[in-house]
């Protein structure tokens, strides 16, 4: 078995050097501008009004804000300076030019399986096709001691995994594709995996799903309750083109930036291929998402009654006046989903209720081929006439789990200040900080116990 991968893996790299070869520069650079769409390099190394891949575009962490760097090939504040090998240890190692570590917030544990070629035409869309921009960035300020960068070390030590991608000679063509999109460039893992104590990716719950700052990467795994297990082909594939499968999800957040920035512009080809990978990752079980709820209306409830009602009529009255004028009257949303259903969504589906609160806080954005899907945020204008408090919002959601899903949410005002503050912090600073501490003390102890012996013996 060893042999055939082998064989295989020689001979996709002499057929992908000699391509290479054989590129002229502009198609190098082409294929590059490609592989970097793939990894929606864009999305997070481009500010709120920034010019493309300046930088200044804050990562949610558990332990702090990290701003995406300038990665244009300015000399002076980008990547200009870099050669091709630092150009690769930054992105498939996560070790600056200067030597310094980068966090990886940068998915460097997923790029590590980017292919030397694609390496290669990567390197080249960047030095030769993206503007220069020579502007300074934010510096990144992480607690201590977090902020110490070279606190990476270790880590990587124990986490980082620097092969590139091997291709499985079981599968077919189009799975190794999939695959190689799926872990590598599109670095699917780094949202939807959860993490373990000192944030690695838990490898035992593979795309399991897992909290990414205010939103909830869902579970991406075969099983057909907790996963897209039922989902067929033609739905995967519609959801990474649109940002939507009819009747089950909806992209918001960093996954409706992925569709719009990177998956949309995808061929078909890579799109099916990268469906057909998702549909055969083991299945991990959870709560189902899908198929619950029926149409529903409360309004009749609070009809004729002075002040605002209190249970679930005072979520049907928030509903009424915020919620119904898009998605209907009993949830059924518009004829052509445009605004969808809020029954048999996954978004109300289940107990986990973040990307519901995220939605109503945040709104939903994005934009591809097939338009321009919007849905205002209700909690980021703090005064305006549509801005819904803490105790607003948790009332709808309580309103919307009874009537559209399976009535599980338990969020209270508390979690939608949370999700409002950006999303649940780690315990990993405390536990840290805690940790050092404590061997501070141990060495403090170790150092008077030897200092007493020796003074007991220089005695005797």
């Not at 000699?18 to 590129?23: I, T, V, Y």
């Amino acid at each position: 078995m060893n042999i055939v991968i082998f064989t295989l893996s020689a001979g996709l790299a002499l057929a992908a050097g000699a391509a290479c070869a054989q590129e002229t520069p502009q198609a190098l650079a082409e294929r590059g501008r490609y592989i970097a769409t793939a990894s929606d390099c864009v999305a997070c190394h481009t500010g709120p009004g920034g010019k493309p891949f300046a930088g200044n575009h804050v990562i949610a962490s558990p332990v702090g804000g990290i701003v995406a760097t300038n990665i244009t090939p300015s000399v002076t504040h980008g990547i200009g300076s870099y050669t091709e090998e630092q150009f690769s240890d930054a992105v498939r190692r996560g070790i600056r030019a200067d030597g310094a570590n980068l966090y990886p917030a940068m998915p460097y544990t997923a790029f590590s399986k980017i292919t030397d070629e694609d390496m290669q035409a990567l390197y080249a869309y960047f030095m030769t096709a993206v503007e220069p921009v020579d502007e300074a960035g934010a510096e990144t300020a992480l607690p201590f001691p977090f902020g110490i960068r070279a606190s990476m070390i270790g880590w990587n030590l124990l986490f980082r995994d620097t092969a590139t991608f091997e291709p499985d000679p079981s599968k077919s063509e189009e799975w190794n594709r999939g695959a190689y999109l799926a872990e590598g460039p599109g670095h699917c893992s780094a949202c939807h995996t959860p993490r373990g104590l000192l944030m690695q990716e838990d490898g035992s719950r593979f795309l399991a799903g897992a909290q990414v700052g205010p939103w909830h990467a869902p579970n991406i795994t075969s099983d057909p309750e907790a996963g897209i297990g039922s989902w067929s082909k033609d739905e995967i594939i519609a959801y990474l083109g649109t940002g939507r499968a009819e009747g089950k999800a909806q992209a918001g957040g960093s996954m409706a930036e992925a569709v719009e920035h990177s998956f949309s512009k995808l061929t078909p080809e890579d799109l099916g291929a990268i469906a057909t990978y998702l549909a055969d990752v083991p299945a991990v079980s959870g709560p189902a998402r899908f198929g619950q709820g029926r149409p529903g209306n409360m309004a009749a409830s609070f009809r004729g009654l002075d002040g605002m009602p209190g249970g679930l009529a005072r979520g049907a009255q928030i509903y009424s006046a915020n919620c119904a004028s898009c998605h209907g009257f009993d949830g059924q949303g518009t004829a052509d989903q445009y605004y969808p259903s809020l029954y048999g969504n996954s978004a109300t589906g289940g107990p986990e209720a973040a990307n519901f609160i995220a939605a109503v806080l945040n709104g939903v954005d994005r934009e591809t081929a097939e338009g321009h899907v919007f849905m205002p945020p209700f909690g980021t204008q703090p005064n305006a006439f549509n801005s819904l408090s803490d105790d607003e919002i948790a009332a709808l959601a309580a309103y919307v789990s009874a009537s559209y899903g399976d009535g599980s949410f338990a969020v209270t005002p508390d979690d939608v200040a949370e999700i409002r503050a950006g999303g649940p912090a780690s315990g990993l600073l405390l536990w840290v900080r805690w940790l050092m501490g404590a061997a501070g003390l141990a060495v403090l102890i170790l150092a008077g116990v030897a200092g007493l012996a020796k003074r007991r013996r220089m005695a005797a």
